[in-house]
């Protein structure tokens, strides 16, 4: 998990605009991004789509936003900077 830690420690410094993350319980990147000083931003419900569930999580940091996406079913986790 280190590793994941300092690539999404990058893209939060603006290293690199995005890093792919293996298939971890999503709670475990929420705490990790809440840890390096991120705050979620607060919605209605999980913003997952019934196709793939694939999900879509919004996170800022002094004035940038990020998104954490990813499928349940197939992985393919990303977080990235929100351009």
Do not use: H, R
């Not at 840890?35 to 793939?52: F, R, T, V």
């Not at 990813?70 to 990235?80: E, N």
Request: glycine share 8%.
């Amino acid at each position: 998990m280190q590793e994941q830690i300092e690539n999404l420690s990058k893209v939060l410094s603006g290293e690199i605009k995005s890093t792919n993350l293996p298939m971890q319980p999503v709670e475990t990147y929420k705490i990790v991004l809440k840890g390096l000083g991120c705050a979620m931003m607060e919605l209605d419900g999980d913003e997952i789509n019934s196709w793939s569930c694939d999900f879509f999580y919004t996170f800022t940091k002094k004035n940038q936003t990020y998104i954490l996406k990813g499928s349940l079913w197939y992985g393919d986790y990303k977080f990235s900077i929100n351009e």
